[in-house]
Every structure is written in structure tokens, then in C-alpha cells.
């Protein structure tokens, strides 16, 4: 899997899920493309921790505080990456049949209709 680094393409870098459910400043269009990329990246931080539970070395991630930050941080930013990067899919074909649920935005609805 080519999983590239990770560039800016959130528009909501740094704010929460329920942020952006609630933000005036994103259209509905927009909220549902970025809570579906959020969704994908919750998902991916659960089966990647999951999955990382038998494979990092006892020794060297203990069971103490550090071991389980060590863990966690390394599972969100796996985890973000791959869902920032779109090479799982998930976020795109969630939010493609959620998108063809919402009614039409009115600012776009305007710019698309001839005149």
C-alpha cells in the first residue's frame, strides 16, 4: 500500500467531529465530506489498535503510562494518515452515498444553474 504524507485537504484541520456537525462555516456538502473522512479515521484508530495489540514488543512498550501514550499516538497518527491520504476508500464512499441524500445546497445550486 503507497500511503503518502499527509497534506492539509481537512478543511477542518483541528476541530473535533462535533465541531464541524455544528460549524456555520462549512455547507452541508462540505460537513458530510469531512465527518466521513473523521469517521474512516475513528474507525482505522480502532482496528489499528486492535491490531497492534500482538505485534509491538512487550519489552519495549511496557504496560506503563508511556508505553500505552506510545501506543495510542502512534495508532491516531497511522490512522489519520491513512485516512487523509484516501487510499482506503471508506470516507469516499461514505461520503458519495451520504452526499446523494443531502438536498442540494443553495449556494451551489445558484452558481450550478445556467443563466
Known amino acids: 500500500m503507497n500511503i503518502q504524507a499527509p497534506t492539509k485537504t481537512h478543511l477542518s484541520e483541528g ?5 464541524v456537525a455544528h460549524s456555520t462555516k462549512l455547507t452541508e ?15 482505522l484508530r480502532n482496528v489499528l489498535e486492535n491490531a497492534q495489540k500482538p505485534t509491538l514488543d512487550k519489552k519495549s ?24 491520504s484516501g487510499t482506503l476508500g471508506l470516507a469516499r464512499q461514505l461520503d458519495r452515498e451520504l452526499s446523494s441524500r443531502c438536498p442540494a445546497d443553495p449556494k451551489t445550486a445558484q452558481s450550478d444553474s445556467p443563466t
Not at 456538502?29 to 474507525?43: D, H, N, P
Open 29 to 43: 456538502r462540505e460537513k458530510i465530506t469531512e465527518l466521513s473522512k473523521g469517521f474512516e479515521a475513528v474507525l
Open 15 to 19: 476541530l473535533s467531529l462535533e465541531q
Open 61 to 84: 512498550t511496557s504496560n506503563n503510562a508511556t508505553g500505552g501514550i506510545y501506543r495510542d499516538m502512534l495508532s491516531n497518527q497511522t490512522a489519520d494518515m491513512i485516512s487523509r
